[in-house]
């Protein structure tokens, strides 16, 4: 903590000292007011005001993204409080929202414009797959807390809606590079013009090509992590206007990774055995299409489809996927009710061929989840709103699921919100759940007996199921402070555990193989609490800190009949930010954030502090010089630890340098 308060005052004095002797222009991002009444989409699939919405809500904007200094998503969502970011190694993260951080995180939703990235093979995301150009996002909302009554099953404690710009929005050229100190590089091309004559509302388009390499970490004894990776990606997006009331886009994307991992070739945990180079090949694509409609009465429509497929041989097994979307969904008002309901259906074929130490039964599997949502929010008064709704779902492993919310927002005036949250949310279990069958480990006993370690799915596992109550207060105290608070009650039943099993015997010629199995199961409970605290203070018109503090605790417990091991509590108790954007002179600014976080509850990761710093320099109207230091506090060390045979390596400290040009 001494160090939190030293870094604290060396930012605030060099800051105070800058602006004393100079007379400089605004920071150029949005007033207090305006942050409060951004439009955000993601809590209610329409446009409504971020001050007054009954859900926490984090908005990170394109210009929190361009003075963020990250290079990688991850490490954007950093800012937002209540979301754990943790590196494992160079091409790995456990991400989650308000606890059960894992690499397989999968309780959070996330999207892409509005197409979901989840896997369903864990129901998590793999995050080496979602690099993408930061230049051309709009904003990225995090609904923290349950999202289920808009974006259905796993959206349970949180939503991530990444929101790319408008190719109107991106005409001309862009060019950008970096290059840092651990063999990390970007390089960036963007092109945006029209299609057809002339100009106005027409048709516009993008497109881009981008390639990345991220250097290795070192192991704990200092050797090389071999964790390496590089990724080339292309794509494109085309708007049309095709008349004042209708609008149409198309945008796709093609990616192919390369990568490795070091390994141990058992996963069980604490295993002595070695450790050992994994290669990494993943490759993919998506292809989305959207076309919305304002009738004369002021009601929208709009229908979204899109595919997604990709390819991933990792432990050298090819596991494919292949997801096709259909949704439509209404928005009207009707005098104090105003409604949106939808409709959606999805497809997803997910294979892996059968013959590795880890195979799915059956092996090629195509399932249908039919979904249906209804929401109104109703007036009750000029400043007190009631939103009712609910999502109910039929999926091909527990059947129908109903996930209600119900959220009452009070605004006394302009400058302050109350607000309250009740909700179910719901995971249903993943293909891995339902069909795995794993070969975790062989330890010889003797010269003619082994003890074989095996993981089976269970075709009649439930959801996990979470029933969820929040408060909230949001207020822009004075002209120069505003605040968000957020509290949250969490009930977890039925989560996922895995229970052994009696021994099975096999004799046979070459031997004796004594089996342990392990099945999966629902045996597994928790009741977790805690808040979010975040302020924007100007402290001058060119100066702005974003503190945040993030409280949580988690009570997991299991069943009776149990005998799974006890769930880890890897969520640090506190977080702490603390984000400072200060505009030194018109044209060169110098933002800094700085991160502590508690020792987790199991001890898998000591307390530790990270700084990063960008100092960034206009010159022209084109072109912009950066220079990016990252982790400058502490030397290298582990945000999560190893994770399901992957090793974790320490990630030190970084600089870089970037230039980008418009043209």
Known sequence: MRLIVRSFRCVCALGLATLAGRSQTGLGDASLEQLLNVEVTSVSKK?????????????ISQEDIRRSGAVLLPDLLRMVPGVQVAQIDANAWAITIRGFNSQYSNKVLVLVDGRSVYTPSFSGVYWDQLDMPLEDIERIEVIRGPGATMWGANAVNGVI???????????????SASVGTDADAQGLLRYGGRLGQGSGDGATYRVFAKYTRQGSGTLENGSDGADGWSRVQGGFRTDWNLSPRDAFHVEGDLFSNRESQTRQASFVTGSLDPSFRQDIRTAGGSLLSGWSHTSASGSETSVKAYYDTYRRDNLGEPEYQRTFDLNAQQHRVA??????FGLGYRALLTGLPPGYAFSLVPAKRTDSLYSAFLQDEIRLADT???????KVEHNAYTGFEYEPSARLAWAPSTRHTLWAAASRAIRQPSREEVGIVADLADIP????????LRLYGNPRLHSEELRDFETGYRSQLTKRVSLDLAAFLSFYNHLSTIEPQS?????????????????????????????????????SSHWRLSPAWTVIHVNTGLDPISK??????NAPRNSFQIRSQLNLTR???????????QRVPDGSVASHVRLDSILSWKVGEHTQFSLVGQNLVSPAYLEFGDSVGVVGTREGRSIYGKITWKF
């Open 47 to 59: 446009e409504q005001k971020l001050s007054q919405t009954a859900a926490a809500v984090f908005v």
């Open 445 to 452: 006993l003797d010269a003619t007996t082994t003890m074989a």
């Open 161 to 175: 809606n990444i929101i790319t710009k408008n190719s109107k929005s991106t005409q001309g050229g862009l060019a």
């Open 335 to 340: 005098g104090r009710n105003d409604i949106v």
């Open 503 to 539: 021994p099975v015997v096999h004799p046979g010629p070459a031997g004796i193989i004594v089996e342990i199995p392990s099945v999966y199961a629902n045996l597994g409970h928790s009741t977790n609490y805690g808040g979010e605290l975040a302020l924007n203070w100007n402290v």
């Open 384 to 390: 007190l709103w009631l939103t009712l709704g609910s």
């Open 587 to 597: 044209r060169l600014s110098w933002d800094q954030t700085l991160w502590w976080n």
């Open 564 to 569: 799974s091991a006890p769930f880890a509590d």
